[in-house]
């Protein structure tokens, strides 16, 4: 069966407010987390800051994974149309599919990472 609507986002505007989501969120978790931990003090490692960005990277190629992972479980699509990578123009990593899948199909796709 044939989608009869495609849904297309447009990632040149997208992306960059994603960015800034992320980098907003993870300052206010850092910030949390801080104030829970230890309110009455403050210190700075660099090894702790390139750990935690390091294990960032690492869980956004993970995400991705499982999305390729729901894309062959729920979409039943071959591995060859599946497609990975990172877009540092944008500043992206994605995981996507040649194939349209309904709408039910991509809500489990999307998400199983969560």
Known sequence: MSPTRIIELKMDTLAPKILWFHVVLIVLFAITYHFFNSPWSFHFSLSATFLFVVG???LIVVHELF???GFVLFGKVPISSLNYGINLKLGIAYATTGQPL???TMRKVLLLPF
């Open 56 to 58: 960032y990277f690492i």
């Open 102 to 104: 309904q709408n039910h």
């Open 67 to 69: 999305h390729l992972i």
